[in-house]
């Protein structure tokens, strides 16, 4: 009787070794492209939200989004921002229910888009004649000043090329 074959020790842990190299080759290629999909969404976000912003004062006599009723004299608040964006409203600011009549604006969101970086759609709303932050904090999905009509991401770091997040 002839005895079977069977792996040896040495042989197994070999084959361990081999699949760990190819491990240590590929989960860097893995995460690289992650951080790329995240970068590209936050630019293709960026764009969005700026594209509805010029839309939106446009057409609302040129008041920004984020101020409520649109008296680009109160205080811009994130909710006001949001129902703008995702609501139906008129030519003063003011929104409604998708439909209801003599509210012919919008929506031009479905829903705020979330920050690929920290997964927040929150917004930072800065006020009139207050400056932006010079540093983001990372506490805010977007960071919003109306009266400038500039909206950033409230990501800190950088990209692969040194950009940083917040200068998209």
Same mark, same amino acid.
Request: hydrophobic content about 40%; charged content about 15%.
């Given at each position: 009787m002839k005895g079977a074959r069977a792996f040896t020790l040495v042989e197994i842990l070999? %084959?361990?070794?081999?699949? @760990?190299?190819l491990a240590a080759i590929v989960l860097p290629n893995v995460s690289k492209g992650t951080a790329m999909a995240k970068e590209s969404a936050l630019a293709s976000d960026l764009s969005l939200l700026r594209r509805f912003m010029v839309l939106y004062k446009s057409?609302?006599?040129?008041?920004?989004?984020g101020y409520p009723n649109?008296?680009?004299?109160? %205080?811009?608040?994130?909710? @006001?921002?949001?129902d703008q964006a995702t609501l139906s409203s008129n030519t003063n600011g003011q929104t409604a229910a998708i439909g209801t009549p003599g509210f012919k604006y919008?929506?031009?969101?479905s829903k705020m888009p979330r920050n690929p970086f920290?997964?927040?759609?929150?917004?930072?709303?800065?006020?009139?004649?207050?400056?932006?932050p010079i540093v983001p904090d990372g506490v805010h999905g977007w960071?919003?000043?109306?009266?400038?009509?500039?909206i950033r991401a409230d990501s800190p770091g950088t990209n692969s090329g040194g950009v940083a997040y917040y200068d998209y």
């Open positions: 070999i %084959v361990v070794v081999l699949l @760990a190299i057409q609302h006599q040129e008041v920004s989004p649109g008296d680009a004299g109160a %205080v811009p608040t994130d909710q @006001a921002f949001r919008g929506p031009y969101l920290n997964n927040l759609d929150t917004i930072e709303m800065v006020g009139n004649g207050a400056d932006f960071i919003c000043q109306p009266e400038s009509g500039e």
